[in-house]
């Protein structure tokens, strides 16, 4: 059963869980230390929030790579139109290692997945012989990134 169809209740942040997400969204290599500083408590402290806000699932620390930089020539979003159920496509798609974010969608599309590949041919194989020929497929439309303008993690906390 997925999060969507299970929902949990929000979880609640107080202001100071709110100011350490803050704090690691800036410069997520930030000392807790240096957070303590900036919040008034602790390294014990701010390590314990940080640590039950990992479990509670509400914050990731992970290093984030720009793939133009490390060889891969091409990212793109693929628009995915699928015939009959979602959930056995989307799982396919998610096996894919070319395939870093998947959503289901309302709209146009049903599935929109984001692939970086190593080339401009590496990338029409993908679409034509892997994801064109999953069972359940009935459509796709490429969208080529010509030029990432703006990639951020850090849209804040409510």
Not at 42 to 48: G, K, P, T
Not at 57 to 70: A, H, K, W, Y
Request: net charge negative.
């Amino acid at each position: 059963m997925t999060a969507a169809e299970n929902p949990k209740a929000p979880v609640s942040l107080d202001p100071i869980n709110k100011v350490i997400i803050s704090e690691l969204q800036q410069d997520g290599r930030t000392s807790y230390a240096a957070i303590g500083k900036v919040v008034n408590l602790s390294e014990a402290a701010v390590r314990a929030r940080v640590q039950r806000l990992l479990d509670a699932g509400v914050l990731q620390i992970i290093g984030v790579t720009n793939p133009m930089e490390l060889g891969f020539a091409r990212q793109a979003m693929v628009g995915v139109k699928v015939s009959g159920p979602l959930e056995p496509v989307a799982a396919a798609l998610e096996q894919l290692d070319e395939v870093d974010y998947l959503v289901v969608t309302a709209g146009s599309f049903d599935i929109l997945v984001e692939v970086v590949s190593e080339s401009d041919h590496h990338l029409m194989e993908l679409v034509s012989s892997t994801i064109r020929t999953i069972p359940g497929v009935l459509s796709t439309e490429i969208f080529m990134y010509l030029s990432l303008r703006k990639q951020t993690y850090s849209w804040g906390v409510r």
